[in-house]
Every structure is written in structure tokens, then in C-alpha cells.
């Protein structure tokens, strides 16, 4: 029903699936690497790829939890205990595990005829 604007002459539309496997793995492998710090680059890299609201929603998301766990890594001290440190936990869990299974878990739109 939606079709995609093509706003440029000769530019090609969104793609509809997401990235093969082999390419999904390799981001996948980012936030992983570095621990959570780069956790917005795979759903960026997704939004950027397919062009759809909800990649640019995660990618939104993700940076946002980034930010967070960065702000989070600056203003609590290094021995904290409770609240914090549960804090911190869910903020690196979703900036890596979550980046990661996104990216992996990521579905493409079937053509609806």
C-alpha cells in the first residue's frame, strides 16, 4: 500500500529485508567487542540500511541507552552496591546482549501484494 518516495531522480528505494546473515553477525559482533560503548552502531547501521520508522525508533533507543550507561559510568563511583549497580547492569545487558540479538532477530517486511 506504502510505497517508498523516491525523492532524486535515478536513487534507488529502501531495501526491504534486512542485511544477509554474514553481514547481521559482523554487527552484531560490535557492541559485543567493545562492551556495550558502540551498542547504537548495529540498529544505526539497520536504520540506515532498510529506512523504516521502527530501525530509526531502535537506533533511537539504542543511542539513548548508550548515553545513558555513559552518563551512568561517569557520575557513580567505582565501588557502588544496590540500586546503581543494578542500574549499570541493565544499561551494559541492553547496550550489548540487546544491540546484539536486535541486529541478529531483525525481520524484514514481506511484500504485501
Given at each position: 500500500m506504502n510505497q517508498p518516495v523516491v525523492l532524486e531522480k535515478g536513487a534507488a528505494p529502501r531495501r526491504e529485508g534486512p542485511p544477509p546473515l554474514a553481514a547481521r553477525a559482523a554487527l552484531a559482533a560490535?557492541?559485543?567487542l567493545s562492551l556495550g560503548v558502540l551498542?547504537?552502531?548495529p540498529a544505526l547501521a539497520l536504520a540506515l540500511y532498510r529506512g523504516t520508522r521502527a530501525e530509526?525508533?531502535?537506533a533511537l533507543l539504542f543511542t539513548a541507552v548508550s548515553?545513558?550507561?555513559g552518563f551512568q559510568i561517569a557520575l557513580t563511583p567505582v565501588e557502588t552496591s544496590g540500586g546503581a549497580f543494578?542500574?549499570?547492569?541493565l544499561l551494559l545487558t541492553l547496550?550489548?546482549?540487546?544491540a546484539a540479538a536486535h541486529v541478529l532477530l531483525a525481520?524484514?517486511?514481506g511484500?504485501?501484494?
Open positions: 560490535v557492541p559485543v551498542g547504537f552502531v530509526w525508533l531502535a548515553v545513558g550507561w543494578l542500574l549499570d547492569l547496550s550489548t546482549v540487546g525481520r524484514g517486511k511484500r504485501a501484494a
